[in-house]
């Protein structure tokens, strides 16, 4: 996570959701001893974690933060940013144009980006009827509330700052690991959907879903641009 204790208070939810999916699925027998092993991960993750919190706890009890203070709560990536989540450099190298505001707004904001290989290949969960179906709505309700956050769609900003803590960090741009962890399970569940559909089929539905993310990215841009 870099040092930013944003990001690790946004990606603790991920693990912590797929541990009651998990603890829900299992035998009864089971329960108490993955609730032994969640705790104990748990007390050694935060025993790592020791001299980070209490430096960071020390610091923002006393220090300036800005922005910080609640003046993000309910910013977000503008909406033409949405082409640059697959294809970051669409409108050209970081910094590039100096003389566009927009884009300016979008290097000096963005968080991160997902691959367009990524995407398709979360898509293709859908058809894995294999791996526990909880864990794959899960995650692609995650991935959903995440990018309608993080690019300011109507109502989410105000949905997420009920949880405690969150009106006050850039969620725009610290939640984009959460985002691509969310993603990127959801393509490994994919692959294996992927596979299962037949080849010919894999071929020809890998091919029409590129085509029209691409040409949906493209003309979004154009738009964006104008």
């Known amino acids: ?3 930013f204790p944003e990001t690790v208070f946004f990606f603790f939810f991920l693990p912590l959701g797929w541990a009651v999916i998990r603890y829900f699925d299992l035998a009864k027998e089971l329960k108490l001893e993955f609730i032994k092993k969640i705790i104990i ?20 009890s006393s220090a300036y933060t800005g922005e910080h203070g609640g003046a993000l709560a ?16 669409i409108y050209g190298p970081i910094f590039g144009n100096l003389s566009n505001s927009s884009t300016l707004s979008f290097w000096s904001n963005v968080g991160g980006y ?12 859908l058809f894995n009827k294999i791996i526990n ?22 109502f989410m900003a105000e949905i997420i700052n009920l949880i405690p803590g969150f009106s006050l960090v850039a969620f725009y ?30 071929i020809i539905s890998l091919s029409v879903i590129y085509c029209v993310i691409y040409l949906l990215i493209v003309i979004g841009s154009k738009i964006s641009l104008n």
């Open 1 to 3: 996570y870099s040092g």
């Open 41 to 60: 991960g748990g007390l050694v993750g935060l025993l790592l974690a020791a001299p980070i919190i209490i430096l960071f706890i020390h610091y923002i």
């Open 74 to 89: 309910n910013f977000g990536l503008d909406i033409y940013a949405l082409p640059a989540l697959v294809m970051p450099y």
């Open 114 to 125: 997902v691959q367009l290989s990524v995407f398709i290949l979360a898509f293709f969960a």
């Open 133 to 154: 179906k909880k864990i794959t709505i899960f995650f692609a309700v995650v991935s959903l509330v995440f990018l309608a956050r993080i690019y300011g769609f109507p």
């Open 173 to 202: 741009r610290y939640a984009f690991p959460g985002l691509i962890f969310a993603m990127i399970v959801l393509a490994v569940i994919g692959v294996d959907g992927f596979l299962k559909l037949g080849k010919k089929k894999s």
